[in-house]
């Protein structure tokens, strides 16, 4: 009798084509001696031959294809929604698994009943840790430590770094706040109970939302560092110095990006914290959320 699909590995491409090659060949190679795996492609309106490359080399893979840029969340929705897993891979498509990640964050997932969602160690791609895969949840006092450089200045004292979390042991399994959406396995039944993604958020920070919402209902976020993945990051934004080279996006692309990554702040803010703070808190975070937004147009010349 065949053991059923454990694993559902749903992959959002949008215009990176020779990326999501390389990931699914890695994801085709990785360790599952004890699962079994589906992968699912969620291909949003690319126009880079994306949705042909993946129905021509990978016939294994359901392919999901949008006729519009629906954005992350509700495109990774798509994709939970045909997913039939008790177990749940977000990944991106500019990601490199190594043979034995799924199989080590399976495993994990299988001895921890109280996980709702867990990542492995996300690398850049010169080896430094992406610390969008260990975060704590963007307080105003946490933004404002890790915008104005205190986190930096003092990477191992606990009250500025409730962001970053870089007081914590970057080599030991612990519980963090929130992991990235890179690379998020997540319980099934934990999903179901927030409701998946929330698609109020177009493009980033819907992956710190749903931790969020998961600790609310009492799942623990795990970081899990004895496996990892290299992630190309910011390959479909362009606006990642270290994917300046390997990114197709337009100028389009990457001025909603900058959009984006400060949009999702206000929303943030006004969905979990701006009824527990006092009003000229909230001002003063719109404020520093603003001109952040006017800086990184300016730094991008856009």
């Not at 008790?86 to 994990?108: A, G, H, M």
């Not at 900058?258 to 703070?277: A, N």
Request: with cysteine; glycine share 6%; net charge positive.
């Amino acid at each position: 009798m065949a053991k059923k699909v454990n694993l559902s590995v749903i992959i959002l491409n949008y215009n990176t084509k020779d990326l999501l090659k390389n990931c699914l060949n890695k994801v085709k190679k990785a360790e599952r001696d004890s699962y079994l795996c589906e992968t699912i492609v969620v291909d949003n309106a690319s126009t880079d031959g994306s949705p042909e490359m993946v129905k021509k080399e990978f016939k294994w893979v359901k392919l999901i294809v949008n006729k519009r840029n629906l954005g992350f969340a509700a495109g990774n929705n798509k994709g939970i929604n045909k997913a039939s897993g008790c177990y749940l891979l977000l990944l991106n498509p500019d990601t490199l698994v190594q043979p034995d990640t799924l199989k080590v964050v399976v495993d994990f997932m299988e001895k921890h009943s109280g996980v709702g969602a867990a990542t492995c160690r996300i690398e850049l791609p010169d080896g430094r840790l992406d610390y969008s895969c260990h975060r704590g949840f963007p307080t105003p006092w946490n933004a404002f430590a890790y915008f104005s450089g205190l986190a930096n200045i003092f990477p191992k004292i606990k009250i500025f770094t409730g962001y970053t979390l870089t007081h914590l042991p970057l080599n030991k399994t612990h519980s963090i706040d929130a992991g990235c959406g890179a690379f998020l396995m997540i319980r099934r039944q934990a999903g179901e109970e927030v409701n998946w993604l929330d698609e109020d958020y177009y493009w980033y920070g819907e992956d710190l939302d749903f931790c969020y919402r998961l600790k609310q209902k009492g799942w623990q976020i795990m970081f899990v560092p004895e496996t990892k993945i290299i992630h190309y990051k910011g390959a479909a934004s362009g606006i990642k110095k270290h994917s300046q080279t390997i990114t197709t996006a337009t100028k389009k692309t990457k001025i909603r990006a900058i959009r984006s990554s400060t949009e999702v702040m206000r929303v943030f803010f006004k969905k979990h914290y701006q009824k527990r703070y006092p009003r000229f808190i909230y001002w003063l975070v719109m404020f520093g959320i603003n001109l952040l937004e006017k800086i990184r147009l300016l730094q991008h010349s856009l």
